[in-house]
């Protein structure tokens, strides 16, 4: 089954430390995206990449990281200078090219937690 | 980067027809409109698109005027499952990066027994 793979699913991290959540597509999409997401809001963009090793930032990027060594793969970082990380974070794919379209395809979502 | 507006929220019954309808007056001639469903802790997943006039699929319709500066998402027959949210959004057909799709807060559809 294709489809985007996000874990953990649930993580707690204590105030000043960095943690990484993961992202993992066999769709062979060549976009992939982070969105945050807060109680009762719509989803904001962090980051997005179009191709490996190239990224750009998005609406909120400030206090995160990611990168995008290979087309599957595309972990964010969330770091100590993310000021209020307590959120639920959801990765996406979508294709950029091609003949069918079916918009973004989402992961299950991570829910983050600062202790 | 087009805006959509959209009901914070809608009431139903089960069995009833439910017509969400979102605006978007800058919508531009490369986009099309895409409509997706997020139940709660659980990513959009998504449910029709289009560029224009009329298409249905086995969950639902997408009613778009010749302007393109509406669009309605028709559910025929809720069921209690289908108390989610609901979003709107207009870009690139592919979601590309360059015209990133943008979420607004959606439309909260409550259905009733």
């Known amino acids: 089954d294709g489809g985007i793979t996000q874990s953990p699913k649930y993580l707690f991290r204590k105030e000043g430390q960095n943690v990484t959540l993961s992202c993992e597509q066999n769709l062979n999409h060549d976009a992939m995206y982070w969105y945050r997401q807060d109680p009762g809001q719509g989803l904001r963009l962090i980051y997005y990449s179009q191709i490996v090793n190239d990224f750009q930032k998005g609406d909120i990027a400030e206090g995160y990281s990611v990168s995008r060594e290979k087309k599957e793969s595309f972990p964010l970082t969330v770091t100590s200078a993310q000021k209020n990380p307590t959120a639920f974070y959801l990765c996406a794919s979508s294709r950029l090219s091609g003949p069918t379209n079916y918009g973004y395809t989402f992961g299950s979502g991570t829910r983050l937690t600062v202790v | 980067l087009a805006k959509t507006t959209q009901p914070i929220s809608m009431d139903s019954y089960e069995g009833q027809e439910v017509n969400i309808t979102c605006s978007h007056n800058?919508?531009?001639?490369?986009?099309?409109i895409t409509w997706y469903q997020q139940f709660p802790s659980q990513g959009p997943r998504f449910i029709i698109q289009?560029?224009?006039t009329k298409v249905t699929n086995e969950v639902a319709s997408l009613f778009i005027p010749a302007d393109r500066k509406s669009s309605t998402l028709s559910l025929p027959r809720v069921s209690l499952s289908d108390t989610a949210v609901y979003y709107c959004?207009?870009?690139?057909?592919?979601?590309?990066?360059?015209?990133?799709?943008?979420f607004g807060t959606g439309t909260l559809l409550a259905v009733q027994p």
């Open positions: 800058n919508i531009a001639t490369n986009d099309y």
């Open positions: 289009g560029y224009k």
């Open positions: 959004l207009v870009g690139e057909r592919y979601g590309g990066a360059t015209n990133k799709l943008i």
